[in-house]
């Protein structure tokens, strides 16, 4: 497609649930990138896939959180027994060779 | 340890006068810093990216400089407009963090008219 797709647009779960984050990046882009943005806060890496490379997970706040993708396309960001601060925008972005990310319009996730 | 740091949380100036965000860096040996834009509401959008045997970058009203003596990269738009008015972001990659993005706080940009 011509940009990042994120979906949902917003969830809102109710805390100890598991929710299921999906990006579908720019078709071609090798890298993937998952980031989450607190109310009023900077944007925090979460996880990277570059090929067919392992993850960097270094991101990842929690055991509760992880991240899958398929066939080096689109992603799932999942987080297990969701808490209520893990209630944050959560950003995907694509990448090609090293020349800007390009930014779906994140997930809204607020759990309650 | 790594810190980026954007100096103003706020910048305010006029139409027409060019605005002046600050980045600056420690603990880094960046490969690249790219600048992005956010709306309220949306993803990041990316401006321009420098390398770090890069002095000076430009696109149309931005110009970015990077001194990595310094440790500072300057974000400028000149003949700035009310549709400038956003947050800023600059960004790192480089040593550790090499592949992925470290993002600064930002700084909101409001051009008055």
């Known amino acids: 497609g011509a940009g990042v797709s994120q979906s949902p647009s917003n969830k809102v779960t109710e805390k100890g649930k598991d929710v299921e984050l999906r990006c579908d990046p720019i078709s071609g882009h090798t890298a993937l990138y998952w980031y989450r943005q607190s109310l009023g806060q900077g944007l925090e890496f979460l996880i990277y896939f570059q090929g067919n490379s392992a993850p960097d997970k270094s991101g990842l706040p929690s055991d509760r959180f992880s991240a899958e993708r398929t066939g080096g396309s689109v992603s799932t960001l999942t987080i297990q027994r969701t808490q209520q601060e893990d209630s944050a925008v959560y950003l995907c972005?694509?990448?090609?060779?090293?020349?800007?990310?390009?930014f779906g319009s994140g997930t809204r996730l607020t759990v309650v | 340890s790594q810190k980026i740091e954007q100096n103003s949380e706020a910048l305010n100036i006029q139409e027409g006068k060019t605005a002046t965000l600050t980045c600056n860096y420690t603990n880094y040996s960046p490969a690249y810093l790219q600048w992005y834009r956010q709306d309220p509401g949306r993803g990041p959008v990316f401006l321009l990216l420098?390398?770090?045997?890069?002095k000076e970058k430009r696109k149309e009203r931005l110009k970015v400089t990077f001194d990595t003596t310094l440790k500072q990269s300057l974000f400028h738009i000149t003949a700035s407009q009310p549709a400038d008015s956003a947050t800023y972001l600059c960004?790192?990659?480089?040593?550790?963090?090499?592949?992925?993005?470290?993002f600064g706080q930002g700084t909101i940009l409001t051009v008055h008219p």
């Open positions: 972005a694509s990448e090609e060779a090293n020349y800007g990310y390009t």
């Open positions: 420098i390398r770090e045997n890069e």
């Open positions: 960004a790192l990659t480089g040593g550790t963090s090499y592949g992925k993005l470290t």
